[in-house]
């Protein structure tokens, strides 16, 4: 069986690196040495798992990647790179007909499926790749679509925390704040309360020092109007294990669609989820 070719951009980013080393130990994919990078990194490569990766800044990539293509032949992208290049990146990976996964967060996220759409390539494109976290938000999708207006008249508080790094608020929240808002509650995503500051994070929610660089929690917190019942939904990820491996079933997913001819198609982690 041929391993599948991928290209991890966003390096030396630490998610792009925490995919970038999965990849390596998978025997399902083989890591190409180039990853496409930032305008602000000055460094011509960087080493992951003793293999060194060709950074490669806007600048070059036009013709960097025309090379690439050229050697390498069909490959898979994933871009883990920063919400600013969302909607460029993948107008740029569609000029090219070079399918990708964007776990990326961030940019207009209803253009960047529409250029898809109008593109000879497939691509996975979701706000959170952790399968479990997805199956949880299919059911709260659900419940809004079968049980509308069940938490009507409700108070909602959303917390997020993540790294210090992350510049845009947590994709899953919003995405969360569309079935509330089915449920009955009245909730903007200006709303959402998002913690960037390590000490809050450690000293008030507990994320442990290890993870302060690397976490996602999230809780929801619904009262009832008179203040008599409350129902939270919690759910606390250290490390970034868990997004790289769907990272990788995303690709594996994306591979057989395209070698079945999928063009033109937009994909999501329930696709992913059911194999469909």
Partial sequence: MDTVKVMVNGLPGNMARTVAQQVLKD???SLLPYSLTGPEIEAPNCTVEATVLELIGPDKRESRMAQIKQTEGQFLSVDYTHPSAVNANAAFYCSLSLPFVMGTT?????QLEQTVRASSIAA???PNMAKQIVGFQAMMEFAADNFPGLFKGYSLEIKESHQKGKADTSGTAKAMVRYFKKLGITFAEQEIIRIRDPEI????LGVPEKYLAGHG????????????VRFEFTHNVNGRQIYAAGTLDALQFLAAKTAAGATARVYNMIDVLKGV
């Fill in 27 to 29: 025997a399902r994919f």
């Fill in 106 to 110: 961030g940019g207009d996220r209803g």
């Fill in 124 to 126: 996975v494109i979701a």
């Fill in 201 to 204: 994070q450690q000293s008030q």
């Fill in 217 to 228: 929690w999230h809780t929801y917190t619904l009262i009832s109007p008179d203040r008599t």
